[in-house]
Structure formats: C-alpha cells, structure tokens
C-alpha cells in the first residue's frame, strides 16, 4: 500500500515562504504525475501544482511565479516551495501521486498565512 506523508506546514505572514514536502513509501518514479492539491474551507479541492515523470511541471495561474514543485528520486520526496504567500493560500495541502491504476493521497499539512 502506498503511503504519503505530507510535512512543512504551519502559520507564516504574508510575504512569507514556506516549503511543503511529501515523503512516498515507494518510488516516486512509479506515479505519473505527482502533484500538490490544496483545499480552503468551503471551496473545493484544486491542483497548485504537478509534475509528471519526466519531469515537466504545470501551475495553477494564482501560484504562478511565487510556487515550485520539485522533486528528489533518490529520496522518494516531493517539494513545494512556497514564497510570497497571501492569506488566500491558507489551506490545507495535500500530496497526490497518479498511477493508471488509482490516484493515492496523502492526509494533509496546514498552511495558514496571516496578513
């Protein structure tokens, strides 16, 4: 069974960074694509972030410029760095990770930007 384990959340100004990380059980080679979801109260879950096996990345439009999504095989980690956070990116953020198969999902980090 796969495992995500989200980490790297907490409470940050606004104008603030912060860097999410998702740790896989298995190898992250195996999912494509991987990618960080984030949900705020009331409002439906949506994609900040993925990046497929070969590497290319995708963006939401309102992340654009401030987040990155990197990622490190041999660790079987995925990052999220976030810089010039706005209390609109308060959340909670999840990791995903895609096969044919199933989409796997982590249980989710905090963020909570204050202004």
């Known amino acids: 069974q796969v495992q995500l384990v989200e980490s790297g959340g907490g409470l940050v100004q606004a104008g603030g960074s912060l860097r999410l990380s998702c740790a896989a059980s298995?190898?992250?080679?195996?999912?494509?694509?991987m990618g960080w979801y984030r949900q705020a109260p009331g409002k439906q879950r949506e994609l900040v972030a993925g990046?497929?096996?070969?590497?290319?990345?995708n963006y939401a439009d309102s992340v654009k410029d401030r987040f990155t999504i990197s990622r490190e095989i041999a660790k079987n980690t995925v990052y999220l760095q976030m810089n010039s956070l706005k209390p609109e990116d308060t959340a909670v953020y999840y990791c995903?990770?895609?096969?044919?198969?199933?989409?796997?999902w982590g249980r989710g980090t905090q963020v909570t930007v204050s202004s």
């Open positions: 990046i497929t096996r070969g590497g290319s990345t």
């Open positions: 298995g190898s992250i080679s195996s999912f494509n694509p």
């Open positions: 995903n990770a895609a096969t044919y198969l199933r989409d796997y």
